[in-house]
C-alpha cells in the first residue's frame, strides 16, 4: 500500500515554491537594470535599434512583474470562491505577456521605419556593441534559470518569462552585430552609409517578438480553454488503470484538464456490482495515489460504477473483460 507522508510533500511543496518566486524576483532585478541601460545609451547614441531593445526589455520586465504576481497567487489553496484553486493565473499572466509582446513589436518596426526614412547617423556605436553584449550574456544566464525552474514545476509563468529573455538573447546579438559593423567600418571608410543596418536590426528584433508572442498566445490559451493533457499523460494513465484488472472490468469518459501547474483527471471505472464499498474504495484510493505519485500536484476523481455486462457503447471502448466473462455477467 502507498504511504503518502503530508510532512514532506508540504516541505518539498514549499522549496519549489520558494525557488519560483526567488528566479521570479532575478528576472525582475535583470530586466530592470537592463532597461536602464539601453535607454541611457541608445537615447546618448541615437539608436534605434537599443532603443527598441530597450522596449523589448521594458516589455519583458513587465511580463517578469506579471510573472512574479501570478506564480505567488497561483500558489494560493482552494477556497469557496476558487474550489479548484488559483493556478490559472500562471495562464492568464502568460496571455497578459503575449498581447505585450505584440504591442511592443509592432511599436518597434513603426519607431525602425521612421529612422529607416531619416537616415540618422549613430554616434559612438562602441556603446552600443558592450550594452548589447551585457544584455545578451545576462539574460542567457537568468533565462537558462527560469527555464530549469519553470520545468521542474510545471511553470507555464516561468516559462513564459524565459522564453522573453532568450528571445532577448538572439535579438541582442543581431543588434550588436549590427552596430559592430557600423562601428568598424568607420575605421576603413569616411562615410561608409551603412546607417541603415540600425533600424533592420530593430525590424529583425520585432519579427522574433513576434514569433514568441503567437507561440506564447496559443499555449495561456490552450490552457484556458481546458485543453487536454499531453497524450504521453493520459497514455499513462491508461495505462495505470489497466494495470489494476481483473479487480477493474473496464474504464470509460477519461477527461483530463491543466490550470497552471496543477492537473485534473477524472474517469468512470466498472467494478464487480457485488464488490463492498470499502473494497471498491480501496481500489480507487490506490489508483489515486499511484496517479498522484506519478503526476504532481493532480487533483484525481475516480467515479465507481457496477459492471452488469450490459455494456453500451461508451462502456466498450475501455471494456477490460473478455467476451465470454460479458457474457456470464449479463446472464
Same mark, same amino acid.
Given at each position: 500500500m502507498l504511504k503518502i507522508k503530508p510532512e514532506s510533500g508540504e516541505y518539498l511543496l514549499s522549496s519549489i515554491q520558494q525557488r519560483k518566486e526567488r528566479v521570479a524576483?532575478?528576472?525582475?532585478?535583470?530586466?530592470?537594470?537592463?532597461?536602464?541601460?539601453?535607454?541611457?545609451?541608445?537615447?546618448?547614441? $541615437?539608436?534605434?535599434?537599443?532603443?527598441?531593445?530597450?522596449?523589448?526589455?521594458?516589455?519583458?520586465?513587465?511580463?517578469?512583474?506579471?510573472?512574479?504576481?501570478?506564480?505567488?497567487?497561483?500558489? %494560493?489553496?482552494?477556497?469557496?470562491?476558487?474550489?479548484? $484553486?488559483? $493556478?490559472?493565473?500562471?495562464?492568464?499572466?502568460?496571455?497578459?505577456?503575449?498581447?505585450l509582446i505584440f504591442i511592443a513589436a509592432f511599436w518597434i518596426i513603426f519607431e525602425a521605419l521612421k529612422k529607416m526614412a531619416s537616415s540618422q547617423p549613430i554616434e559612438s556605436p562602441g556603446w552600443g556593441v558592450a550594452v548589447m553584449f551585457l544584455s545578451a550574456v545576462l539574460n542567457f544566464f537568468v533565462s537558462q534559470r527560469l527555464f530549469a525552474v519553470g520545468k521542474e514545476s510545471d511553470s507555464i509563468a516561468l516559462t513564459a518569462d524565459?522564453?522573453?529573455?532568450?528571445?532577448?538573447?538572439?535579438?541582442?546579438?543581431?543588434?550588436?552585430?549590427?552596430?559592430?559593423?557600423?562601428?568598424?567600418?568607420?575605421?576603413?571608410?569616411?562615410?561608409?552609409?551603412?546607417?541603415? %543596418? &540600425?533600424?533592420?536590426?530593430?525590424?529583425?528584433?520585432?519579427?522574433?517578438?513576434?514569433?514568441?508572442?503567437?507561440?506564447?498566445?496559443?499555449?495561456?490559451?490552450?490552457?484556458?480553454? &481546458?485543453?487536454?493533457?499531453?497524450?504521453?499523460?493520459?497514455?499513462?494513465?491508461?495505462?495505470?488503470?489497466?494495470?489494476?484488472?481483473?479487480?477493474?472490468? $473496464?474504464?470509460?469518459? %477519461?477527461?483530463?484538464?491543466?490550470?497552471?501547474?496543477?492537473?485534473?483527471?477524472?474517469?468512470?471505472?466498472?467494478?464487480?456490482?457485488?464488490?463492498?464499498?470499502?473494497?471498491s474504495h480501496g481500489i480507487t484510493r490506490r489508483l489515486k495515489f499511484q496517479i498522484m505519485e506519478k503526476i504532481s500536484n493532480s487533483t484525481v476523481t475516480i467515479h465507481i460504477e457496477p459492471c452488469d455486462g450490459k455494456c453500451t457503447d461508451i462502456c466498450l471502448s475501455g471494456c477490460l473483460l473478455t467476451e465470454d466473462r460479458r457474457m456470464q455477467l449479463s446472464i
Open positions: 524576483m532575478l528576472s525582475v532585478a535583470s530586466n530592470s537594470t537592463l532597461v536602464v541601460f539601453k535607454i541611457i545609451v541608445g537615447t546618448l547614441i $541615437g539608436s534605434v535599434s537599443i532603443i527598441s531593445e530597450a522596449i523589448h526589455s521594458g516589455m519583458d520586465l513587465l511580463a517578469s512583474v506579471i510573472a512574479m504576481f501570478s506564480v505567488k497567487k497561483s500558489h %494560493l489553496p482552494a477556497d469557496d470562491v476558487h474550489p479548484f $484553486g488559483h $493556478g490559472k493565473f500562471e495562464s492568464i499572466s502568460g496571455l497578459v505577456e503575449a498581447v524565459a522564453w522573453h529573455l532568450r528571445t532577448d538573447v538572439f535579438t541582442s546579438v543581431g543588434v550588436m552585430v549590427s552596430l559592430g559593423i557600423i562601428w568598424i567600418s568607420h575605421y576603413f571608410f569616411d562615410d561608409p552609409r551603412i546607417h541603415w %543596418l &540600425d533600424p533592420v536590426a530593430a525590424i529583425f528584433v520585432a519579427v522574433f517578438i513576434l514569433k514568441a508572442a503567437y507561440d506564447l498566445t496559443a499555449q495561456a490559451l490552450g490552457d484556458l480553454m &481546458d485543453v487536454k493533457l499531453p497524450p504521453d499523460e493520459e497514455d499513462w494513465i491508461r495505462s495505470v488503470i489497466i494495470g489494476h484488472k481483473p479487480e477493474i472490468h $473496464g474504464y470509460h469518459q %477519461l477527461r483530463t484538464r491543466k490550470a497552471g501547474n496543477f492537473r485534473f483527471i477524472e474517469f468512470h471505472i466498472k467494478v464487480d456490482p457485488h464488490m463492498t464499498v470499502e473494497t
